[in-house]
């Protein structure tokens, strides 16, 4: 069932009034109002409540309260957040405060922490931090029940249509009981069953209803969705940068010196582009890798750049494909943002090369920066 619903984007659009039956019924459970839970979304709170449910119901949780659900929150977002720093929009209060979280945990917990790091932090210091983490208590348990019970005047109505729907032939997910939740047996079944569907239908709509809008002009948003991100290992791409080297120096756009080691770089980082394409990689000196991270290149580098990747696209074309008569699969990431054949781009000019080549990375440089990333003193 994982990535499913990913695989059936088009049939899965927002305006499609049968996304339903993407969803498997279950004895008498509500599920037309469960597949449409996300159709008014403001914020990111009701995406993250469900995954948040989701996660607890997989470790066979049944009653949990409104902080332990609400810690989840913050722990699956905690790397969309800080580490490929996607917006939620001005309005949204769950990125301030896990902002605030960390700058008052005096390092006690890092913008790189893991999941299970975080959850056991906020448990522990819950007391700390309290304030900002049930700030989220008076609104969210309450209204992610409004498509099973209806919209309620206040809590104490919600709290009592859910022990009323709880008991009913066609029951509420859950009912609420002071500051807690009891997940109704049924959905509890249905929940566990189901969760890998549950939850790229919950991303799904997480990305086209709302983060899409909210962050134009960044790519590959899918993958930065609530797991700590884990890189492909570079062996390849590292392969062919070391034919360029066997022909001629390398030298670093950096300190402008010979690089003996190197390690690969994403030029534009790798915790905005998510990828490793052959185009925004270039050798760097292995003690300078670490220190650039995920910072953003000086733009006036960006000329080298394109030059040292003109030089590397012209080598390996040359080795693989017309010294040996075969094409290297990864050109094929030059052809994806050049919108061009290997054979054509091949054929430019290094003034060409360069400039196209710009064109593309520019942009993602000012993207990357409006959304927080800082430039790189090296």
């Known amino acids: ?51 948040g449910m989701l996660d607890m119901v997989q470790e066979g949780k049944e009653t949990f309260s409104f902080h332990a659900v609400i810690i989840r929150m913050m722990a699956l977002s905690w790397y969309t957040i800080n580490f490929h720093k996607l917006s939620f929009g001005v309005q949204d209060k769950l990125a301030r405060a896990i902002k605030e979280i960390i700058h008052a945990s005096n390092g006690a917990i890092a913008e790189d922490a893991t999941k299970q790091e975080i959850i056991a932090y906020l448990e522990k210091h819950y007391l700390e931090h309290k304030k900002k983490i049930d700030y989220f208590n008076d609104k969210v348990p309450y209204h992610f029940l409004t498509p099973f019970v209806g919209s309620q005047k206040s809590k104490k109505a919600f709290r009592e249509v859910s022990e009323i729907a709880f008991i009913s032939a066609s029951p509420a997910p859950y009912k ?57 290992s570079l062996k390849q791409e590292t392969k062919l940068w070391n034919i360029v080297a066997d022909e001629q120096p390398l030298y670093s756009i950096y300190s402008n010196t010979p690089i003996v080691k190197f390690s690969l770089d994403h030029f534009v980082p790798w915790s905005f582009v998510a990828h490793n394409q052959l185009w925004n990689l270039a050798p760097i000196e292995m003690q300078l890798n670490a220190s650039k991270s995920n910072k953003l290149p000086p733009r006036k580098l960006l000329p080298k750049f394109t030059k040292l990747q003109y030089d590397f696209f012209q080598t390996i074309y040359q080795r693989k494909c017309v010294l040996e008569n075969r094409s290297p699969k990864m050109l094929e990431d030059y052809s994806m943002v050049f919108q061009m054949q290997t054979a054509d781009i091949f054929a430019m000019s290094a003034a060409e090369f360069q400039q196209k080549l710009e064109n593309c990375i520019h942009p993602s440089i000012q993207s990357a920066s409006n959304m927080g990333f800082m430039e790189w003193d090296y």
Do not use: C, M
């Not at 009981?177 to 929940?191: D, S």
């Open 176 to 232: 609420i009981v002071g500051k807690n939740l009891i997940v109704h047996p049924t959905w509890q079944r249905y929940l566990f069953q189901h969760i890998g569907l549950l939850t790229d239908f919950t991303l799904w709509n997480f990305v086209h209803r709302f983060l899409e809008a909210r962050n134009p002009n960044v790519s590959n948003i899918t993958k930065k969705l609530i797991e700590r991100p884990v890189r492909e």
């Open 1 to 51: 069932e994982v990535s499913y619903l990913w695989k059936r984007k088009k049939e899965l659009a927002p305006q499609n009034s049968h996304t339903i039956k993407h969803l498997p019924p279950y004895k008498n459970l509500p599920i037309a109002q469960l597949a449409g839970l996300f159709r008014n979304t403001s914020a990111s709170y009701k995406f993250y409540w469900f995954l």
